[in-house]
């Protein structure tokens, strides 16, 4: 029989808050985490709005600043909601053997020194050519190696393995918006077929910075209403004309069923289902058909042992793109078929921008707060119908809803789709 998979500790810090109870607060609320970007000087991008982190510091989880300054700005988020995690399941008091505890994040690149960069550029200029000699001296002689290590991806994971002693399963996976949905679900699998009993998985990026910005208004998929940050994204909106970009760390902690039973801790929920897909389309486009999502949304449904009808929330990709509003919305109707137009679909993107690396397990966290507490959070700035977005999505208010199963979507550049399947533990 397989083994059973639950989620027994969170942690979350993002646009919206320092916490998981504060986030989810302010989404019930329906405020948003979007205004005038900080961290870098944007005022000749024509993207000048973001989500950011404010106000925290790696000593709001008790660790040292000084320890932790040299490292990527997204080691310190998951440090920050790895500890949190941990915390929330006590589960350390019951790892007798190190080697079936495991970690799998999705993160992002880290720890970029545009300074630096810059003046290695400039010296590699400084007679109107390009001397590649002085760019290399000038590294050699400003790099710091330390630093260098931190930009590759798998470093939060080398971290937190080493912080918590997790001796099993590391991984990092980054495949752009999928990337901690799919952590999720790959350690799961871990689990099910029993390599691990205990994960720690999630995700972390942050790309607000100014090789980041560029990139996403290259591919035109940032908004542009610097006016009205807070108005900026608005999911299935007819006015929608991008997504505003995020930044953050979620984690989770997931144990086999029947050992989180006998240590008597607390159960948040089950992973009951995991799908996913590749479109094999485009790089950067959504197939048409919508078929990639389908697949990934039908199998997680049969993964979990249910039909579409079961399914009582979606927590949308919804990124407030043209195309990936439309096609989403295609690809629930495919999916629900004549349930499609009853079934609540909503996109927290709305209100704390998109994550990239780590939207998907911040969003699977909110699906099994939506199942706890009975509430849909709303899909804020949803405003001007768009007849090609034409589903429930619960918008501008929170809604009160029973609901026993909710799915969660993350389509990725690339064309990675990953939904995952969460469900109520009722014991």
């Known amino acids: ?16 808050g320092h916490d998981a109870a504060t986030v989810w607060s302010g989404l019930k609320e329906g405020k948003s985490g ?38 990527g700005r997204h080691t310190r988020f998951a440090i920050g909601a790895g500890k949190q995690a941990i915390q929330d399941s006590g ?7 190190p080697v079936r505890f495991g970690v799998y994040m999705g993160s992002g690149e880290g720890n970029q020194d545009f300074q630096t ?4 550029m400039s010296a590699a200029l400084a007679n109107g050519t390009y001397d590649a000699a002085k760019f290399v001296g000038k590294g050699l002689e400003l790099l710091d190696p330390a630093k260098e290590l931190e930009q590759e991806p798998n470093m939060p994971a080398a971290h937190l393995a080493t912080m918590f002693n997790a001796q099993g399963p590391n991984l990092n996976c980054l495949t752009a918006c999928a990337a901690s949905s799919q952590a999720v679900g790959e350690a799961t699998e871990i689990i099910r077929r029993g390599d691990a009993d205990v994960m ?56 086999e069923l029947e050992a989180a039973k006998r240590r008597g801790a607390t159960i948040y929920g089950e992973v009951a ?21 389908i697949a990934a949304m039908r199998m997680s449904i049969a993964d979990a042992g249910l039909t579409p009808n079961d399914i009582g929330y979606v927590n949308a990709h919804g990124t407030s793109t043209t195309v990936n509003d439309k096609v989403e919305t295609k690809a629930c109707k ?46 804020i700035n949803q405003e001007n119908p768009d007849p090609d977005c034409d589903l429930d999505y619960i918008p501008n208010v929170a809604r009160e809803a029973n609901i026993r199963y909710a799915l969660n979507n993350s ?17």
Not at 91 to 97: A, E
Not at 274 to 290: C, E, K, L, Q, V
Not at 412 to 427: A, H, I, K, P
């Open 1 to 16: 029989m397989r083994r059973r998979v639950v989620v027994t500790g969170i942690g979350m810090i993002n646009p919206m």
């Open 34 to 71: 979007v205004a005038k970007t900080t961290l870098f000087d944007a005022s000749g991008f024509p993207t000048q709005i973001s989500a950011e982190v404010k106000n925290w510091d790696v000593s709001k989880v008790g660790e040292s600043i000084e320890q932790w300054e040299n490292r």
């Open 91 to 97: 589960v350390m008091d019951s790892i007798s053997d």
């Open 117 to 120: 960069f810059s003046r290695m």
């Open 200 to 255: 720690l998985a999630g995700g972390t990026h942050s790309m607000i910075h100014p090789l980041g910005v560029t990139g996403f208004n290259l591919l035109t998929a940032l908004s542009e209403s610097n006016d009205e940050p807070t108005k900026a994204s608005r999911p299935f909106d007819r006015l929608r004309n991008g997504f505003v970009l995020g930044e953050g760390s979620a984690m989770v902690v997931l144990e």
């Open 273 to 293: 289902g995991y799908g996913t897909t590749a479109d094999a389309y485009r790089i950067t486009d959504i197939p048409p058909d919508g078929h990639g999502g």
């Open 334 to 379: 495919e999916v629900f078929g004549e349930n499609a137009i009853n079934t609540p679909v909503s996109s927290t993107k709305s209100m704390m921008g998109h994550l990239i690396a780590a939207a998907g397990v911040t969003e699977m966290i909110v699906c099994l707060m939506a199942i706890r507490d009975g509430v849909l959070p709303p899909t």
């Open 411 to 427: 389509f990725g550049f690339g064309g990675q789709n990953v939904t995952l399947c969460l469900s109520r533990f009722d014991g």
